[in-house]
C-alpha cells in the first residue's frame, strides 16, 4: 500500500511539474511578448509572434495627406419628412339604405 501512495505522490508530482512548465512557456512565449508589443502601440500578430509597426497608406500609395487643404462640403441635410395622414373610411355600400 505504501509503495502505491508513493508512486501516485510521484506521479502527480510530476504532471504538476509538467504543468508548470508549460503555462510559464506559453506566458513567455505569448504572453509577455505580446502585453509588451501592445504597451508600445504595435500590433501582435500571433500568428506569427511578430510586433508589427502599423503603417498609414499613404506610405504605400505615395499620396501625402494635406492638412492645409479646405475640408470637403458638407452635404446638404435633407428636410425633415412628415409622415402623410391616414386616408379617410370608405363609407360601405352596405350602409347606403
Not at 504532471?15 to 503555462?23: K, T
Not at 506566458?27 to 509577455?32: G, H
Not at 509572434?49 to 505615395?62: K, L, Q, Y
Request: glycine share 4%; aromatic share 12%.
Amino acid at each position: 500500500m505504501n509503495r502505491t501512495i508513493d508512486r501516485l505522490k510521484l506521479i502527480f508530482l510530476v504532471i504538476f511539474a509538467l504543468c508548470c512548465v508549460v503555462i510559464w512557456g506559453y506566458q513567455a512565449l505569448y504572453v509577455w511578448p505580446r502585453n509588451k508589443c501592445e504597451a508600445m502601440g504595435d500590433w501582435w500578430d500571433w500568428h506569427d509572434r511578430v510586433c508589427a509597426v502599423p503603417m498609414p497608406i499613404w506610405r504605400f500609395t505615395g499620396r501625402v495627406p494635406n492638412p492645409e487643404a479646405p475640408p470637403a462640403p458638407a452635404a446638404a441635410k435633407p428636410s425633415p419628412v412628415k409622415p402623410a395622414a391616414p386616408a379617410p373610411a370608405k363609407p360601405s355600400a352596405a350602409r347606403a339604405g
